[in-house]
T-cell receptor, first 114, second 111 residues
Framework: EAGVTQFPSHSVIEKGQTVTLRCDPI?????LYWYRRVMGKEIKFLLH????????ESGMPNNRFLAERTGGTYSTLKVQPAELEDSGVYFC????????????FGPGTRLLVL | KQEVTQIPAALSVPEGENLVLNCSFT??????LQWFRQDPGKGLTSLLL?????REQTSGRLNASLDKSSGRSTLYIAASQPGDSATYLC??????????FGTGTRLQVFP
């Protein structure tokens, strides 16, 4: 069974540009999560989808971040326009059921904003 | 507000030692606690998941315990090997499903 996949693995962009990150969860997992780790800090939650609906987006830092999950399959996270402080590693995770299940993480996308 | 702390921040040991990594959390009202390992430049690998009703979970040389009332979990690694070198993260889950992570323990096991 394929794990959570993320694309791209790395992205280097200039301040003010737009970047779109993609996550493909494990097949059949209704729950999809985005997290990020900025330099020197712990991994922090961004948002949670159940199928195509946003269940919790309390961790989204500001309105420059837009997440979508069309059709309840893969998800995209767009940063527009990117700022220097957006640099970090963006992780996606998925789980089958909710509170009782483990979350399985992808390899992350390393974003560097210059 | 839930806070998760991991001690020590870094650990370097010779191969063969038994290790204990600590994780503490401030709010005991959790659903479960998950231990991960992260290799440099890689994603997070789930090691063990302990439900709030459980006391411990075991997988191979790994054993994780949970004392919810005192807000603590420990990850015990038996007979450590160089391949165990990685960063170990604990994360707790409360009612909103999101995981709250600690800052991790960076482990190096040398031959």
């Amino acid at each position: 069974e394929a794990g959570v996949t993320q694309f791209p693995s790395h992205s280097v962009i200039e301040k003010g540009q737009t970047v779109t990150l993609r996550c493909d969860p494990i097949s059949g997992h209704d729950n999809l999560y985005w997290y990020r780790r900025v330099m020197g800090k712990e991994i922090k939650f961004l948002l949670h989808f159940v199928k195509e609906s946003k269940q919790d987006e309390s961790g989204m830092p500001n309105n420059r971040f837009l997440a979508e999950r069309t059709g309840g399959t893969y998800s995209t996270l767009k940063v527009q326009p990117a700022e220097l402080e957006d640099s970090g590693v963006y992780f996606c995770a998925s789980s089958q059921n909710r509170a009782q299940e483990a979350q399985y993480f992808g390899p992350g996308t390393r974003l560097l904003v210059l | 507000k839930q806070e998760v702390t991991q001690i020590p921040a870094a650990l370097s040991v010779p191969e063969g030692e038994n290790l204990v990594l600590n994780c503490s959390f401030t709010d005991s009202a959790i659903y479960n606690l998950q231990w991960f390992r992260q290799d440099p430049g890689k994603g997070l690998t789930s090691l063990l998941l302990i439900q709030s009703s459980q006391r411990e979970q075991t997988s191979g040389r790994l054993n994780a315990s949970l004392d919810k009332s005192s807000g603590r979990s420990t990850l015990y690694i038996a007979a450590s090997q160089p391949g165990d070198s990685a960063t170990y993260l604990c994360a707790v889950r409360r009612g909103t499903d999101k995981l709250i992570f600690g800052t991790g323990t960076r482990l190096q096991v040398f031959p």
